[in-house]
């Protein structure tokens, strides 16, 4: 018999690399493929096409002043989207970002007005105070095997009483703290823009993160752990030491979003941020991070920020209820999410 004669049907292996082939092909699936290799590419589209939507809906949604108000209210879930995207890649999530951000800011002004610590030392306070809070949720995630949803939640609600019982429930006015902890609220002119040094400050972490994430082993190591644990142990990755190491990454970025919102607000409350939690897991969503670990990029982070500022504000100046600016947000963390789904059906 000929090698031709002999040939059978082609084998399993071949028809699914055929139909892998033929997926590819497809301008759907050459659309997912780009999505998925530039993580941050939908939520730009998204962030355009809302400011055009937005500006034709009412004009004075585009005007200097707004979309100065519209950067400046981002600083705080920009910078919290910072420490809940370490955490999502690594395919956790942290459901105690504002409560740890909120004790870390009242043990700040608490200590600078009521006990007389310099403004710096109090900063120095403050960071201790993230640092611990990730190093607690870091040690019962990595020690216990327990899941992050669970173990967040339940520090949600142990950050939350220790803020009302350490501050007692008063808040602490900007005016009686010193300039230092107040400063990242000042603003300077940018042209016709009026940009807070708060904004200065997330821009500066998000490049110092996303440098991290990028250029170094540690940032290679956070994206196989959340890929694949087991793959990345089998690697030679200490994984409870990456996990614990993004905890505490992820405290110490809380506690500068913690000065940040002393600075925006001019003011230090225990019962400030209801919505922070919600915003900042949206933003990152939003923003390209896969929920199931192992992709994502910071600085769609910042563009989910965005695209949550500017859909609260257009909302608002739409004349539409804040339930309704709630019920937005929840469709855009259901899409988002759907849309992951999808480009994760990418064939390696």
């Given at each position: 018999?000929?090698?031709?004669?002999?040939?059978?049907?082609?084998?399993?292996?071949?028809?699914?690399?055929?139909?892998?082939?033929?997926?590819?092909?497809?301008?759907?699936?050459?659309?997912?493929?780009?999505?998925?290799r530039?993580?941050?590419?939908?939520?730009?589209?998204?962030?355009l096409?809302?400011?055009?939507?937005?500006?034709?809906?009412?004009?004075?949604?585009?005007?200097?002043?707004?979309?100065?108000?519209?950067?400046?209210?981002?600083?705080?879930?920009?910078?919290?989207?910072?420490?809940?995207?370490?955490?999502?890649?690594?395919?956790?999530?942290?459901?105690?970002?504002?409560?740890?951000?909120?004790?870390?800011?009242m043990?700040i002004?608490q200590?600078?007005?009521?006990?007389?610590?310099?403004?710096?030392?109090?900063?120095i306070?403050?960071?201790?105070?993230?640092?611990?809070?990730?190093?607690?949720?870091?040690?019962?995630?990595?020690?216990?095997?327990?899941?992050?949803?669970?173990?967040?939640?339940?520090?949600?609600?142990?950050?939350?009483?220790?803020?009302?019982?350490?501050?007692?429930?008063?808040?602490?006015?900007?005016?009686?703290?010193?300039?230092?902890?107040?400063?990242?609220?000042?603003?300077?002119?940018?042209?016709?823009?009026?940009?807070?040094t708060?904004?200065?400050?997330?821009?500066?972490?998000?490049?110092?993160?996303?440098?991290?994430?990028?250029?170094?082993?540690?940032?290679?190591?956070?994206?196989?752990?959340?890929?694949?644990?087991?793959?990345?142990?089998?690697?030679?990755?200490?994984?409870?030491?990456?996990?614990?190491?993004?905890?505490?990454?992820?405290?110490?970025?809380?506690?500068?979003?913690?000065?940040?919102?002393?600075?925006?607000?001019?003011?230090?409350?225990?019962?400030?941020?209801?919505?922070?939690?919600?915003?900042?897991?949206?933003?990152?969503?939003?923003?390209?991070?896969?929920?199931?670990?192992?992709?994502?990029?910071?600085?769609?982070?910042?563009?989910?920020?965005?695209?949550?500022?500017?859909?609260?504000?257009?909302?608002?100046?739409?004349?539409?209820?804040?339930l309704?600016?709630?019920?937005?947000?929840?469709?855009?963390?259901?899409?988002?999410?759907?849309?992951?789904?999808?480009?994760?059906?990418?064939?390696?």
């Open positions: 018999m000929t090698q031709q004669q002999t040939a059978g049907p082609p084998s399993a292996g071949h028809a699914d690399l055929a139909e892998e082939f033929l997926d590819r092909q497809t301008p759907l699936s050459r659309i997912r493929n780009i999505l998925h530039y993580p941050a590419l939908s939520p730009a589209i998204v962030l096409i809302a400011v055009v939507v937005f500006g034709i809906l009412n004009e004075r949604f585009l005007l200097v002043e707004n979309l100065s108000l519209i950067t400046q209210q981002v600083a705080v879930v920009g910078t919290l989207a910072i420490a809940q995207t370490l955490i999502i890649l690594t395919a956790g999530i942290d459901l105690s970002v504002g409560a740890v951000m909120i004790l870390s800011s043990v002004a200590l600078a007005v009521s006990n007389g610590i310099p403004g710096p030392l109090a900063l306070a403050g960071l201790a105070v993230g640092l611990a809070a990730g190093a607690l949720n870091g040690f019962l995630v990595t020690r216990f095997r327990l899941p992050p949803f669970i173990v967040t939640l339940g520090t949600l609600n142990i950050f939350v009483a220790l803020t009302l019982l350490y501050s007692g429930g008063s808040t602490v006015r900007g005016s009686a703290m010193p300039p230092v902890l107040t400063w990242l609220g000042s603003t300077f002119p940018i042209g016709p823009v009026r940009i807070s708060g904004v200065v400050m997330m821009i500066l972490l998000y490049v110092v993160v996303a440098f991290i994430l990028g250029k170094t082993a540690w940032g290679r190591h956070v994206y196989a752990v959340g890929d694949d644990k087991e793959a990345a142990r089998l690697a030679g990755i200490p994984v409870s030491r990456v996990l614990m190491s993004v905890y505490l990454a992820a405290g110490a970025v809380l506690a500068v979003g913690a000065w940040i919102q002393i600075g925006r607000t001019n003011a230090a409350s225990p019962n400030a941020g209801v919505d922070l939690n919600l915003d900042s897991i949206t933003a990152v969503v939003i923003g390209g991070t896969s929920l199931f670990g192992g992709r994502g990029s910071i600085w769609g982070s910042l563009l989910g920020a965005l695209i949550v500022g500017i859909f609260r504000n257009g909302l608002s100046l739409a004349g539409l209820d804040v309704y600016q709630t019920l937005a947000v929840g469709i855009l963390i259901i899409v988002a999410v759907s849309i992951d789904q999808w480009i994760r059906k990418v064939k390696s």
